[in-house]
């Protein structure tokens, strides 16, 4: 026998024996329900849920026209059939242009069990087409939530508010966190007056409880609570959470784990209020749910924890550059008196030579130290500019001219052309360092070839191109030698920390301007220094 809910609309008792034998004839377990006025089948809809609705046509103050208007009202999707020994051909089919499923009048009752198992078929089928594009509905919402550009707590805020109201009533997200706690991260609620309800946001996972969150969290394994309230007391052993619980609510329950890479990252829970009650077909779409949802927290731990490992790095740096800056100073200090010394007293001449070694490989790792210092203040803000009226022909001569010994180790002749009378109002310390790097780069890797310096000036700008003839670079990593610790080649080659080319690049942008980084026809790479002139300082 199928069990079948079945709320009749009948005045006369006998008649509705008669239906009631009929469903059981035709193999229906049906539980029963007669009314006969407006207000009772109102009553009725409000009180249970019911698989098929049976009314007479005519009753003494009630019909099936004003019973169909009724069900239309609750936007229930219960199929209505007509059973009457008055109704008409004429009158069913109104009834059926109208919303009914079928009509007959009470001399082919027999076919009630057929016409009853086939409306049940397709209010299932409707149900079930409906359901389907809830579902994709709702997974793109998530999807296009999922995908946006928004902080961590924004991006639980509105997740959380997805499934309401059509997949559930209430929703919410637990977080583990450190201490053997589960934080309420989210929260929604389709009256918005229970989410400003106080309640304590962090809980202990309980090992002992037998339902909810920390024994989802523990078994890994979803749980469906039908009836909360039958069960509330093994939610919590808190009185205050208990009694949060209970504001909210709720009529049954869904929890479902959520996964990472590290393990167990929380729990998402669905509710329902009123008569809804969740079902083993929201556990399909619940589990779909939590899977997107643990792959994108996963996501967002992985670059909160190399956020992290980059600030640690930072810090390091800042704190290991600061410790080198204090005794390479006294040593270059030294070293300079030395070098007096030796001159003053003319020294045998390897001597003052070694001394002048020393001092270019002081200064050498002297630059080193203040490049990780930039790069520490560069993550914590802008560049500080100290603009003044600079002479560009004139500075990157001086920066010529200083690597001049640099260039005779590398074997590098460095020719440079300069056009005379470009001013600009940049900072003069940091327009020499992106062109003392541009420079050292080209003799590093163009050792024993020439090296051609052109400074020039047009259109508003002012460039410093910067040649070799050396290994070149890759078209793929013209782009990616300008970013923080990055090289075209292996450091056990050749040596460095990677961060020139990237302060470089900084300082042009400070200063309104770029730096690019191209391939020379016959072999060699050039690099160009962009920097916005002054209209009124262009000198011809």
Request: aromatic letters at 4%.
């Amino acid at each position: 026998m199928k069990p079948l809910r079945a709320l009749v609309v009948e005045d006369d008792p006998e008649d509705f024996m008669l239906v009631e034998h009929e469903l059981r004839r035709g193999g229906f377990a049906p539980e029963m329900l007669r009314v006969e006025t407006q207000e009772e089948m109102r009553e009725a809809l409000r009180g249970r849920d019911w698989d098929v609705i049976l009314s007479d046509f005519r009753l003494p103050v009630f019909s099936a026209p004003e019973a169909l208007r009724v069900l239309h009202e609750t936007g229930l999707d219960i199929p209505l059939l007509i059973v009457s020994g008055t109704v008409g051909e004429q009158e069913g089919l109104e009834m059926m242009r109208a919303g009914a499923r079928d009509y007959f009048p009470k001399d082919r009752i027999a076919r009630l069990a057929a016409a009853v198992t086939r409306e049940l078929a397709e209010a299932e089928a409707r149900r079930a087409r409906v359901r389907a594009e809830m579902e994709r509905a709702l997974l793109a919402r998530v999807g296009e939530v999922l995908t946006a550009p928004m902080d961590f707590e924004q991006w639980l805020a509105r997740l959380v508010r997805l499934p309401i109201p059509t997949l559930a009533d209430c929703c919410a997200i637990f977080l583990c966190e450190e201490g053997d706690s589960l934080r309420l991260a989210a929260l929604a609620h389709e009256k918005s007056e229970a989410e400003r309800l106080e309640h304590e946001p962090r809980t202990r996972r309980s090992p002992e409880a037998s339902i909810g969150p920390s024994h989802v969290l523990r078994t890994g394994q979803p749980e469906l609570i039908a009836d909360v309230a039958e069960r509330q007391a093994q939610l919590t052993q808190d009185p205050a959470h208990q009694r949060f619980v209970s504001a909210l609510g709720l009529r049954s329950a869904l929890y479902v784990p959520l996964r990472g890479h590290p393990g167990a990252l929380g729990v998402l829970a669905l509710g329902t209020l009123g008569r809804r009650r969740l079902g083993r077909e929201d556990l399909v779409m619940a589990q779909e749910l939590a899977r997107r949802v643990s792959l994108v927290l996963d996501n967002a731990l992985l670059f909160q924890e190399m956020q992290d490992a980059v600030r640690l790095r930072d810090d390091f740096l800042t704190v290991a550059a600061h410790e080198l800056r204090t005794p390479l100073t006294t040593l270059q200090l030294q070293l300079g008196a030395l070098t007096q010394r030796a001159r003053r007293d003319s020294a045998a001449p390897d001597f003052s030579e070694r001394l002048e070694r020393c001092q270019r490989q002081v200064r050498r790792l002297g630059t080193l130290v203040e490049a990780l210092l930039d790069v520490s203040r560069l993550s914590s803000g802008q560049m500080l500019l100290q603009p003044e009226r600079v002479d560009l022909g004139e500075l990157v001569a001086e920066v010529v001219d200083r690597h001049a010994a640099e260039a005779q180790g590398a074997r590098c002749e460095v020719r440079l052309e300069a056009r005379p009378g470009l001013y600009g109002q940049w900072d003069r310390l940091r327009v020499d360092q992106a062109v003392s790097s541009l420079l050292s780069n080209a003799l590093k890797f163009g050792s024993g070839q020439p090296v051609e310096v052109r400074v020039t000036g047009a259109g508003g700008v002012a460039r410093v191109e910067v040649g070799d003839r050396g290994i070149g670079i890759p078209p793929e990593q013209l782009e990616r030698i300008f970013e923080r610790f990055e090289r075209a080649v292996s450091s056990r080659s050749y040596g460095g920390l990677g961060l020139g080319l990237y302060l470089a690049r900084r300082v042009a942008e400070a200063h309104g301007g770029h730096v690019w980084a191209q391939a020379r026809p016959g072999g060699g790479a050039a690099f160009t220094l962009e920097l916005p002139l002054e209209s009124a300082e262009v000198h011809a």
